[in-house]
């Protein structure tokens, strides 16, 4: 089992900018591809980001592209999401998931393939 906790979320206006973190604990954080996704309100969930197990490689939904940037710390059995020129349609409650990968270098973008999943943390940004 691998129980993460997100925090960092809040209400913030357009053009702000915000600093999601989520912590992991249980079996070990290096076995694990990290992933941000987000569920606005009557919408699905959607892929944000992720992370390989080694942070080498990354990617990103073409929506945050050059606003959002996906990191993690294993050291801290951490991952953040650094969320930049913020705008009103990233209004939505933020989930960070694991993903056990045989390989370091690989991740996913598919919601199913995750096998954990934190409660998530809102974020609300008001025009």
């Known amino acids: 089992q691998v129980q993460l906790v997100e925090s960092g979320g809040g209400l913030v206006q357009a053009g702000d900018s915000l600093r999601l973190s989520c912590a992991a604990s249980g079996r070990p954080f290096s076995m694990y591809a990290m992933g941000w996704f987000r569920r606005a309100p009557g919408k699905e969930r959607e892929f944000v980001s992720a992370i390989s197990r080694s942070g080498d490689n990354t990617g990103r939904a073409d929506s945050v592209k050059g606003r959002f940037t996906i990191s993690r710390d294993n050291a801290k059995s951490t991952v953040y999401l650094e969320m930049n020129s913020l705008k009103p349609e990233d209004t939505a409650v933020y989930f960070c998931?694991?993903?056990?990968?045989?390989?370091?270098?690989?991740?996913?973008?598919?919601?199913?393939?995750?096998?954990?999943w934190g409660q998530g943390t809102q974020v609300t940004v008001s025009s």
């Open positions: 998931a694991a993903d056990f990968r045989s390989y370091s270098y690989d991740y996913s973008r598919n919601v199913e393939e995750y096998d954990y």
